[in-house]
């Protein structure tokens, strides 16, 4: 015998015309063209009881018309208007109901896209509301563990409910007992989706035109001027620049950058403190600690396809640097500057005339094992490092820019002036420019106004011994200025060492016993020309250095050391300026066709009794003998004595 079979009311489904947002064709609008104007007309809401509507696009929300009751069906005749400018642009539509004792309820709501407003073409279409119900029935099932339906789970529980009590019933009848009907709760009806009819039409139109106040220049990037930012970039000084003068009060001010409609290069700028020195030249030399101006935040805008800055700046010189973000860009741009104290404010690009132009002359390099003496000026090794000789024919503002391609290597330079013409530096004297401090940058300089004459730059590591390539860069305002390698030195070098130990420390020509001071016999060979020569004396110091010098005799003859009583004022030739703490001291003097060709050159330290080895050098372009002069040992017995 068939069972009964019992057959269960499937709920209705009301199919509507609406169209979901979901459902809408996708539109690529990274390159569309958004700007005009949307016309927003509600002509009816079903399913959600409300009173009014908001709506809102971008900045703007406006409202429906209120209704008396909130009724479950409504008829609007509300048209709204909005401005659409943006890629991210959206509607958003909520229905409210007014709620006279507590605070207004949202009974739905609808957000559509910028892609269904820009596809809208004015009909009338239906789309759904969302209800705060529907949203929390949402928000529940995303929080439940079970991954499954809801309704499912529900129905297989009250499945097993329903065996486990036919199992365990007490009146059970068997196995051939008449099965028993079982009648199910009649279905509840399927209530409709709250639904907005809506007719929305998008119109678009030419975006209004930017009208720029205050001070406003053309610019160009080329090839040429356009490398980027300023942050470890060698090349930053090639950049277009403006100078932007605050006179004599704080000013809050306005910059903005623009290019032509529909060009989406990313762009951006700098601010930084421009130095009195350039007067009205390019700025060279950049300090990143110092030199980057600022306010509020550090003044490296993100890169966008137009920048808005507003700044509050201090009386003073600022140098503004616009760049593009991709190297070597060609396009143009226009610079503005705004303030309600435009009359406080001066802004134009440099250099300021033609005179002001640098004239710009740049070297390449290369240091090698045996060409990096480093950076330590207290060892001699710094003589190795490649010299560039620099010549003003007048005075001059002169910048000294080196820069590596990389900021690997802790570099910096040294500019000192050059004592024997033509030739490479043997003394470290009469400084007259350097870096700050061996830096792991990019680029590193310095701004000197110096004398008309000759100049030695020196450029380094701080180590000894590294290798790299370098580029060495000189900006001057002497048009007729020359910077050249330095390859030319002495042709003759003679070294001897020597000690002062005990009694051969004899102190300076101040103590009693200076001559009992090792004694040096220097011979030039004869001779119808004047003969240049450098005598260096050099101590070998571990802790720190003595006071040291020497004195140059000349006597009729030099084969015994000459003692106190000997010694006539006569025989000084000459000596030393001083007797100094460092690590060498340099005498240049000239030896003339008639003057003596040989000398007895005695060094000493300042203070007698100090222990310490040294070495004397010659430097000229002739040969020359230099030998230690032997003491007699009956002088030194009588000396003890």
């Not at 947002?21 to 569309?32: F, L, Q």
């Not at 429906?64 to 991210?88: C, G, M, W, Y």
């Not at 002359?361 to 045996?370: M, P, R």
Request: hydrophobic share 30%; net charge negative; charged share 25%.
């Amino acid at each position: 015998m068939s069972s009964p079979t019992t057959e269960v009311a499937k709920p209705t489904t009301t199919t509507t015309t609406s169209t979901s947002p979901t459902a809408t064709t996708s539109t690529d609008i990274r390159d569309k063209f958004v700007f005009g104007n949307l016309e927003v007309k509600i002509k009816e809401v079903k399913g959600c009881p409300l009173h009014f509507l908001n709506v809102k696009c971008e900045l703007a929300l406006k409202k429906s018309e209120i209704k008396t009751k909130p009724l479950t069906n409504h008829t609007f005749f509300d048209v709204f208007n909005f401005r659409v400018s943006a890629q991210t642009s959206e509607i958003e539509i909520e229905a409210w109901r007014k709620n006279f004792l507590f605070k207004d309820k949202m009974t739905g709501k609808l957000t559509l896209p910028i892609t269904d407003l820009l596809n809208a073409n004015g009909e009338a279409k239906w789309y759904p509301l969302t209800t705060s119900k529907r949203r929390r029935a949402a928000a529940k099932k995303d929080d439940s563990p079970t991954n499954g339906n809801p309704d499912e789970n529900a129905n297989e529980q009250s499945k097993d409910d329903h065996t486990i009590s036919a199992e365990d019933s007490p009146n059970e009848e068997g196995q051939n007992a008449r099965p028993r009907s079982v009648s199910l709760p009649p279905a509840k009806k399927t209530k409709a989706p709250p639904e907005i009819c809506l007719e929305i039409k998008f119109v678009k139109n030419e975006p209004p035109k930017e009208v720029l106040k205050g001070i406003v220049l053309d610019g160009q990037w080329t090839p040429e001027n356009n490398y980027g930012g300023l942050i470890n970039n060698p090349h930053w000084i090639k950049c277009a620049q403006y100078l932007l003068v605050v006179k004599d009060q704080n000013t809050p001010l306005t910059l903005k950058l623009r290019q032509p409609e529909g060009i989406d290069q990313r762009v951006s700028f700098f601010v930084i403190n421009y130095d009195s020195f350039y007067n009205g030249s390019k700025k060279v030399v950049l300090d990143t600690t110092n030199d980057i101006v600022k306010v509020d935040n550090f003044i490296c805008p993100i890169a966008a396809t137009q920048i808005d800055c507003h700044i509050d700046l201090e009386p003073g010189n600022y140098c503004i640097i616009p760049y593009a973000e991709t190297f070597g860009f060609n396009g143009t741009y226009k610079l503005n500057v705004d303030s309600e104290k435009l009359d406080n404010i001066e802004f134009y690009p440099l250099p300021k005339n033609e005179e002001a132009q640098w004239k710009e002359i740049t070297v390449d390099g290369l240091w090698s094992t045996g060409t990096n003496g480093g950076g330590d000026i207290n060892i001699l090794g710094w003589t190795k490092n490649p010299q560039y000789s620099l010549t003003l024919t007048k005075r001059s503002r002169a910048c000294v820019l080196l820069s590596q391609d990389d900021n690997e290597k802790s570099v910096g330079f040294y500019v000192i002036k050059q004592l024997d013409a033509g030739k490479r530096a043997i003394e470290f004297r009469e400084l007259v420019g350097k870096t700050e401090s061996f830096k792991f940058v990019c680029s590193t300089g310095c701004t000197m106004t110096l004398d008309q004459g000759t100049y030695i730059v020196i450029p380094s590591t701080y180590d000894h011994g590294i290798e790299g390539a370098y580029h060495l860069t000189l900006f001057t305002d002497d048009k007729e200025a020359t910077f050249t390698p330095l390859q030319d030195a002495w042709k003759e070098v003679e070294q001897v060492k020597g000690t002062w130990v005990q009694k051969s420390a004899g102190g300076s020509p101040n103590q009693p016993t200076f001559f009992n001071n090792p004694q040096f016999h220097l011979k030039f060979p004869q001779s119808d020309k004047e003969e240049s020569v450098a005598v260096q004396l050099i101590q070998d110091s571990t802790i720190a250095d003595e006071g040291i010098g020497f004195i140059v005799l000349t006597r009729d003859s030099h084969d015994q050391p000459i003692t106190a009583a000997e010694f006539q004022n006569e025989d000084l030739f000459t000596k030393t300026p001083n007797w100094e703490k460092r690590n060498d001291i340099v005498c240049r003097f000239t030896v003339k066709p008639d003057q003596p060709r040989e000398y007895t050159i005695i060094p000493s330290t300042f203070d007698a009794g100090v222990n310490r080895s040294f070495k004397l050098q010659i430097y000229s372009d002739v040969a020359v003998t230099l030998e230690e002069i032997e003491p007699k040992e009956d002088e030194s017995s009588e000396d003890e004595n």
